[in-house]
């Protein structure tokens, strides 16, 4: 069973196929055909984010601009509101400074210092001067 055994010539001579080249020209037209097909799907699509886009940016435009309103009123109400604050400011370091004590006594009540004299003028004199000056 081991034993070597002839080997036999085929019956039969194989036949090679025989290749038929395919005409490039059709080839070449559907890498064309697929290459503008995928152009085309590439623009559409661009096409469509930029529709998206200029929507969004037409939505957006008119509540930018009403923010910006809002801010500039509230930047001028800001600036008053600062000016005031820095008047009340003033007002209180002047109120409350001890040197100025006695003369925001005098402004606010009709107290004066013991130690200062009131000089009143009378109406007549007043009358007088202004009547008999030229």
Do not use: C
Not at 32 to 52: C, D, H, P, R, S
């Amino acid at each position: 069973m081991n034993a070597i055994q002839p080997s036999r010539p085929p019956l039969k001579p194989i036949q090679k196929r025989r290749v038929v080249p395919r005409p490039k020209r059709h080839l070449r037209q559907r890498s064309y055909q697929v290459m503008a097909l995928e152009g085309t799907a590439k623009i559409a699509v661009n096409l469509v984010i930029t529709a998206a886009a200029a929507s969004a940016l037409a939505q957006l435009l008119p509540y930018h601009w009403l923010q910006q309103d809002k801010l500039r009123e509230i930047q001028t109400e800001v600036k008053l509101m600062e000016g005031r604050v820095n008047n009340l400011q003033a007002q209180f370091s002047r109120n409350f400074d001890p040197h100025q004590a006695k003369s925001i006594m005098q402004e606010q009540s009709y107290r004066f210092d013991p130690n200062q004299r009131r000089i009143a003028f009378p109406k007549e004199t007043t009358e007088i001067e202004s009547t008999s000056s030229p």
